[in-house]
């Protein structure tokens, strides 16, 4: 496709665009004074623009000039038209990346002097990378791939995909150290987010991985950071169930006891709810997570962790003296939730609890609370 730029004309006398110069033209006459081969201008993957200069003196009279450009092609080598009329620039398009053109210039009168110009060959350039190309890199882990393309320049390096992820956030999720430190070297943005409120502290913390964490708090993360439903990085660390980074995190400055704004969960009350982990509760519990916290319900971590039929949750949180009579704001027990769930497993052992906490009380004030 050849998409028209600007203006003007140019003077020579010459031969046919499809003989080579110098060679007698139609009218008997011989190529004099061959104009220059046309100038480069912008080239790119797809595209090659060319331009010539003209003697301003050229239409006076009958003498108007007009300019033929020939590209050769590659294989026949013979020259073909590309461009035929009376501006002084066009721009050749639809062409392939990395492929060389060879283009020569054909000046004509209306007197009927033709000339043309010596060829000049020129290159197209490397097709840019894409963001796709730049988000495939870091799925694969492949480092030297992903410098070339963000060294290259062609694509921003916080980009999104197709589920709103940049290219840190999935080297986060991965876990890929070498990834997310090369990004973070070419200035991804630490506490950019997704459509829901994620960041790639987040990301990195729900799978569990504490050295990505570690280079996204020291490249400048906050803990208090949420996402849409109000959780932290802590909150998203309980469900990846590595301690080792959850007691790094606590550590570290992240709180604790922060509730979410969804349901009002704590990361001990989530941990509850979802996945029963007792080392992880552990570590909570150990940091100092209010045991008898309550969410929006009014719901304690031993109600969630009771109605969830987490038997050795509930059994920690009870020997770490959760109030096993506590009532949520529908005036339920723990015990009554796993009655109404029928997790027997739990309700044998609260019961249990419950009755030797009754005679614990008989043994010291001759009280007893009745189940």
């Given at each position: 496709m050849l998409q028209r730029l600007a203006k003007g004309a140019h003077r020579s006398n010459g031969a046919d665009g499809n003989t080579p110069n110098g060679m007698q033209n139609n009218q008997?006459?011989?190529?004099?004074?061959?104009?220059?081969?046309?100038?480069?201008?912008?080239?790119?993957?797809?595209?090659?623009?060319?331009?010539?200069?003209?003697?301003?003196?050229?239409?006076?009279?009958?003498?108007?000039?007009?300019?033929?450009?020939?590209?050769?092609?590659?294989?026949?080598?013979?020259?073909?038209?590309?461009?035929?009329?009376?501006?002084?620039?066009?721009?050749?398009?639809?062409?392939?990346?990395?492929?060389?053109?060879?283009?020569?210039?054909?000046?004509?009168?209306?007197?009927?002097?033709?000339?043309?110009?010596?060829?000049?060959?020129?290159?197209?350039?490397?097709?840019?990378?894409?963001?796709?190309?730049?988000h495939r890199s870091v799925l694969k882990g492949d480092k030297e791939t992903l410098i070339k393309i963000l060294e290259s320049g062609d694509v921003n390096v916080d980009v999104t995909d197709k589920l709103g992820f940049t290219p840190l956030m999935n080297g986060s999720q991965k876990g890929f150290l070498d990834i997310v430190e090369t990004l973070i070297a070419h200035r991804a943005d630490v506490i950019m987010t997704n459509s829901i409120g994620k960041n790639s502290m987040m990301l990195a913390c729900f799978s569990g991985h504490e050295a990505v964490a570690r280079k996204l708090k020291?490249?400048?993360?906050?803990?208090?950071?949420?996402?849409?439903?109000?959780?932290?990085?802590?909150?998203?660390?309980?469900?990846?169930?590595?301690?080792?980074?959850?007691?790094w995190m606590i550590e570290d400055g992240a709180p604790v006891d922060i509730h979410d704004k969804a349901s009002e969960w704590t990361p001990l009350m989530r941990?509850?709810?979802?996945?029963?982990?007792?080392?992880?509760?552990?570590?909570?519990?150990?940091?100092?997570?209010?045991?008898?916290?309550?969410?929006?319900?009014?719901?304690?971590?031993?109600?969630?962790a009771a109605l969830n039929g987490h038997l050795a949750l509930v059994e920690l949180l009870v020997s770490s003296g959760a109030n096993l009579l506590a009532k949520s704001k529908h005036g339920k027990t723990a015990l009554e939730m796993a009655h109404s769930f029928d997790r027997r497993p739990v309700v044998k052992f609260l019961e249990s609890a419950i009755e030797a906490m009754n005679e614990q009380r008989a043994n010291t004030s001759d009280t007893s609370i009745n189940i």
């Open positions: 008997g006459m011989f190529a004099v004074n061959a104009p220059e081969p046309p100038t480069v201008g912008k080239v790119d993957h797809h595209s090659i623009e060319l331009f010539w200069e003209h003697d301003s003196d050229v239409h006076s009279g009958d003498k108007r000039v007009k300019f033929t450009l020939q590209e050769e092609d590659r294989r026949t080598k013979e020259y073909k038209t590309v461009y035929n009329g009376f501006a002084d620039t066009y721009k050749i398009e639809g062409l392939d990346p990395l492929q060389k053109y060879t283009y020569c210039l054909q000046v004509s009168t209306s007197a009927g002097d033709i000339s043309i110009s010596p060829p000049i060959t020129v290159c197209t350039t490397k097709e840019p990378y894409n963001s796709e190309q730049l020291e490249a400048g993360t906050a803990w208090d950071c949420t996402d849409r439903g109000g959780s932290t990085a802590l909150h998203w660390a309980v469900d990846g169930a590595n301690c080792h980074l959850i007691e941990c509850a709810a979802l996945s029963g982990n007792v080392k992880v509760a552990t570590v909570l519990i150990k940091a100092g997570s209010a045991i008898d916290a309550v969410d929006n319900k009014g719901n304690t971590p031993l109600m969630i």
